[in-house]
């Protein structure tokens, strides 16, 4: 009989702790290896003892999520990370997937889901639950869309986040302020923003500017 997968919990709240312990010490194959409410303490806790998944809590206070599954793809590349959180927001799944996650579920998925992502990344596999892959598909949509801005929309963009007016970028780019206020609609339609505040947050989270 092939020996339990050992789980490791990190999470700054102690009642998701408990919850998770009772549901993994549930699941055949699978057992908590340990638990820690402090990530910086949950790494030198893991210097010590034998882990084939870490199951982490996205935003905790000290050290986030992203920073813990860096620092274990670096230094325990042999550890796969399996992030958990309130939020299924694509920035932060982004960002986790960056640093090396395996997968990604909701603190309000139930034990058959986590059985199968636990299943599915022991057997070096990945994982996402539904709800993150609508968000990732929906994101990739959003940047293609983005990705539609011609260069000129785009350099426009940059000036506008410099605050320049539509005089002093017509006068940069030595064209007409009528021509700018044209750019303008048109970059506000791609974008689907009625605001520069709106644009502006849409252009930072696509890395335009």
Known sequence: MAAAKKIFIVDDHQMVID?????INSIPGFEIAGVSNDPEK???????????????DVSMPGMSGVELTRYL??????????????????????????AGVSGFILKNTGTQELEEALKKIAAGGDYFTADITKQLVKAYKDNQEGNHLTDRE???????????????????????????????????RKTNTQTVVGLLKYAYERKII
């Open 73 to 98: 793809r670096k230094n325990h590349p042999d550890i796969k990370v399996l992030a958990l959180s309130m939020f299924g927001d694509s920035m932060i799944v982004s960002e986790m997937i960056d």
């Open 42 to 56: 949950a790494l030198d806790m893991l210097k010590a003892i034998p882990v084939d998944i870490v199951l982490t």
């Open 19 to 23: 919850g998770l312990s009772l549901l």
């Open 154 to 188: 785009i350099e426009i963009i940059r000036m506008i986040e410099r605050e320049f007016s539509n005089k002093q970028i017509a006068a940069l780019l030595f064209i007409s302020e009528r021509t700018i206020e044209t750019h303008r609609k048109n970059i506000f």
